[in-house]
């Protein structure tokens, strides 16, 4: 199963045009958050409206730039993946939107606990894996995970969550679409989870290209690649 990932978008709905030969290409579409004008402060709404026109399966939360309010147009659409499992091709998929508390400028940063409760139903659901691993599992958080490539804003600081690392290292998903610190573009992994921040889409026109697959009961990373619009 092939999945077309990118982030960060910040108003730049025209974007999403040069896009269009991967998202004939993919078999799901994952956007990990930021879907406002951070420059003329407009919701994220053009965006939103253009990207449900390039695919019919398609799975996103909000950034910290997006009002709490606005995951209810996401949810309209049809394509909320916070607080929620999703199933397709035998994989699930759950989010959480926004991010820890920084500037506290932003409409949506959080606490991390608040952030984590996103990911409750794993604890009451059934998974798919060995050991309490959710082997079948993609998350979408704008928010990253301490101290990979993916939350690095130089090679001094780190500035993704503990507690959303912690998670990680306790169910094992297969991989974690991340967003939000604009220069920790990269895949890492921790322990076995690929993750992945492909960048600002909106900004320097970068995105990436993640394939799973299952083959008897395994679930796998078959490939993960950076990319850019040309």
Known sequence: MKFLVFTDIHGNADVLDSLDDEFSSCDAVIFAGDFADVIAKKDGTPVLEKLCKKHDEIYAVLGNHDSQEFLGKLEDAGINAERMLNYTGGFAIIGSGGATFFTRDTPNERSEEDILSDYAILKTSENDGADGAWSNLIIISHNPPKDTKCDAVNEHVHAGSEGFRALIEEIKPLAVITGHI?????????????????????????????????????????????????
């Open 182 to 230: 604009h220069e920790g573009v990269g895949i890492d992994k921790i322990g076995d989870t690929v993750v992945i921040n492909a960048g600002s889409l909106g900004l320097s026109g970068k995105y990436a290209i993640l394939e799973v697959e299952k083959s008897g009961d395994i679930f796998s990373v078959k490939n993960a690649e950076l990319k850019s619009i040309k």
